[in-house]
């Protein structure tokens, strides 16, 4: 198995034993992403919105260290501290890819790191 691990400095650094992403073959498995500002130790939650937004950014920063955009995600995972929040982050998530969603699943948990309300992972390839 090759493996490379992803690290893009415009992305929070990981707060954990964990990489942002490894890269298998044509595979990118993207950790969980929070609204971390890079480079800080700051959340970015003004509104659910501007969280959400800032998950975004943060995974788009790490697919294009891979030299990939929202077009090769195969797969997202969604993590939540409320199921109300669904509609809201849904919103936002929408706005980042055309026409073809990636398959997905949005769950509820009782809590995330640092507090936050939003956690997303995800899945790409290249091929």
Same mark, same amino acid.
């Given at each position: 198995m090759n493996k490379t691990i992803i690290q893009s400095e415009q992305a929070p650094a990981p707060i954990g034993?964990? %990489?942002?992403?490894?890269?298998c073959g044509n595979l990118l498995f993207? %950790?969980? /992403?929070?609204?971390?500002i890079p480079?800080?130790?700051?959340?970015? /939650?003004e509104s659910l919105s501007t969280e959400t937004h800032?998950?975004?950014k943060n995974l788009q920063a790490v697919l294009t260290q891979a030299g990939m955009t929202f077009a090769h995600?195969?797969?997202t995972s969604i993590f939540l501290t409320d199921m109300q929040f669904f509609t809201e982050v849904n919103q936002v998530y929408a706005t980042y890819f055309s026409e073809q969603f990636p398959a997905r699943e949005t769950v509820a948990v009782q809590g995330l790191p640092k507090?936050?309300?939003?956690?997303? %992972?995800?899945i790409a390839s290249l091929g």
């Open positions: 034993p964990y %990489s942002q992403a490894v890269q993207i %950790s969980g /992403q929070i609204a971390l480079g800080t130790d700051q959340l970015d /939650q800032r998950v975004m995600v195969l797969k507090g936050v309300r939003v956690e997303i %992972s995800m």
